[in-house]
């Protein structure tokens, strides 16, 4: 992932837009480390041809995402079947 979108750490502050400097931390910065690191987690045990099955199922119609997280972001980004 990182190859194609760049580093998962961002090197601007959530809160506060500027630069992050994680000595002076913000509300944000503990949360946002464990996401990431759990972001990073879930990749990392995720290999190329597995995702490449599902995209072919997915073409071929044998699998539709119905998962409640999956819903939530149609629900929330507007999308609908």
Do not use: K
Not at 27 to 33: D, G, L, M
Not at 48 to 64: K, P, S
Request: aromatic share 6%.
């Amino acid at each position: 992932m990182e190859i194609a979108e760049g580093p998962l750490e961002s090197p601007r502050c959530v809160l506060r837009g500027g630069p992050r400097d994680w000595n002076e931390g913000c509300p944000v910065h503990e949360r946002w480390a464990r996401a990431r690191s759990a972001f990073a987690a879930e990749l990392a045990a995720t290999t190329f041809a597995e995702l490449a099955e599902i995209d072919r199922r997915l073409q071929r119609g044998e699998v539709r995402w119905r998962s409640p997280l999956h819903l939530e972001a149609v629900e929330r980004n507007g999308v609908r079947d």
